[in-house]
């Protein structure tokens, strides 16, 4: 059985042995985790010892997993940030044994990161990783991919690699969360409310990129394209009210795209920060993934930073930008994608 423990200086120094052991299986296996070959245990224990002492100062939270008496993995929390980045800290060094790959260890870990750094008042963090299988634990544990470096770093052979960048946002939704409303599908009696919600985005923000209101006949028109496509329309009510709405549709016509559906999500602006965006995307992912979707993606403008927020917490990654794409109220408008895996 894996338990995860967290090691405070004695115990870090206590174990410096088998946790260089960890760090020498994982370098010598090409891991690239800031050494070259050769990379010994003296080498393993020299770091570790540097390792304990600031688990000592206060400036590392050290995790391991233990198999048995064993340590078959450890991360490190990193707490050391600028006085102007209190709620930030950085993930370094998620190392797994060769002996324990494909058993959950790294994903165990990860988790217990995220609570001990909550505990810290960490709500913000950060990590950079050249592995496939370790963006693959990142991705499926919600954490976001905000960018890509190509020839980073060397791997302990001495060839170039890549990193990718990834966030994790741990603080909680803001505003008064929503606890009376519910997720239904639309029908023609809400068509005045969803108008309204839309109109009130075309004329006050860059939520939609179009310059003139619609009618209320053009949302019928569009009920009813969604519908005859077999593509869900949801709305939230609360209090018998339409507060937001939501659906997709499939992500391009092309068959091969049949699995990729592309969603939207609107809240009326007096109950936004509330839930009710994280509420209809939920229910957006849960209709997906009965309908046997795999794939969800959605287009955000590039300063909109409270949708950009909310599908982060979501588990969507950004998948990529395309700089001054748009143009509204004057400016140039960048694209951000972002994707989620539904299975």
Same mark, same amino acid.
């Given at each position: ?26 370098? *010598? ?10 990379? @010994? !245990? ?18 590392? %939270?050290? %995790?391991?997993?233990?198999? &048995?008496?064993?340590?078959? =993995?450890?991360?490190? #929390? ?11 800290? +950085?993930? !370094? !060094? ?12 790294? @994903? ?6 995220? +609570?001990?750094?909550? $505990?810290? &008042? ?6 950079? *990783? ?10 499926? &544990?919600? /954490? ?14 001495? @060839?170039?690699?890549?990193? *990718? ?43 939609? /990129? ?32 339409? %507060? ?11 068959? =091969? ?19 009710? @965006?994280?509420? #209809?995307?939920?229910? #957006? ?29 979501? &588990?969507?990654?950004? %998948? ?11 400016? $140039? #408008? ?5 994707? !989620?895996?539904?299975?």
């Amino acid at each position: 059985m894996i338990m995860i423990e967290i090691l405070d200086a004695a115990a870090a120094r206590r174990h410096i042995p088998a946790l260089a052991e960890v760090l020498v299986d994982c370098v *010598t296996h090409g891991a690239s985790v800031s050494f070259m070959k050769p990379f @010994g !245990k003296a080498d393993g224990e020299a770091f570790f010892a540097r390792v304990a002492d600031s688990v000592a100062a206060g400036d590392t %939270v050290l %995790v391991a997993a233990f198999l &048995g008496d064993r340590i078959i =993995g450890t991360a490190q #929390l990193g707490l050391d940030m600028p006085p102007n980045q209190p709620h930030r800290a +950085e993930v !370094k !060094k998620m190392l797994v044994h060769s002996d324990g790959r494909r058993q959950g260890i790294a @994903g165990s870990l990860l988790r217990r990161i995220e +609570e001990e750094s909550l $505990k810290r &008042g960490r709500t913000l963090l950060i990590l950079d *990783t050249s592995s496939e299988e370790a963006r693959r634990v990142y991705e499926r &544990g919600g /954490w976001s991919r905000f960018g890509f470096v190509p020839d980073f770093a060397l791997l302990p052979d001495g @060839g170039l690699c890549d990193t *990718t960048y990834y966030l994790k946002d741990l603080s909680p939704p803001r505003g008064t969360p929503v606890s009376a409303a519910t997720v239904r599908d639309a029908g023609e009696a809400d068509m005045p409310a969803i108008l309204d919600i839309v109109n009130h985005a075309i004329v006050t923000s860059t939520a939609i /990129w179009s310059d003139e209101p619609v009618d209320l006949a053009s949302r019928h028109a569009w009920l009813n394209d969604r519908r005859a496509a077999g593509s869900p329309v949801l709305v939230a009510e609360d209090g018998g009210e339409v %507060v937001g709405f939501g659906s997709y549709l499939q992500f391009r016509a092309w068959s =091969g795209y049949r699995h990729a559906v592309e969603h939207s999500v609107y809240v009326r602006d007096d109950r936004r920060g509330s839930g009710v @965006g994280s509420l #209809l995307i939920g229910a #957006l992912l849960a209709r997906a993934r009965d309908d046997g979707k795999q794939v969800m993606i959605g287009g955000i403008e590039g300063r909109n930073t409270a949708s950009l927020r909310l599908h982060r917490r979501a &588990g969507f990654i950004e %998948v990529g930008r395309m700089p001054g794409i748009g143009e509204k109220f004057g400016r $140039k #408008l960048d694209l951000v994608f972002v994707q !989620k895996q539904i299975v």
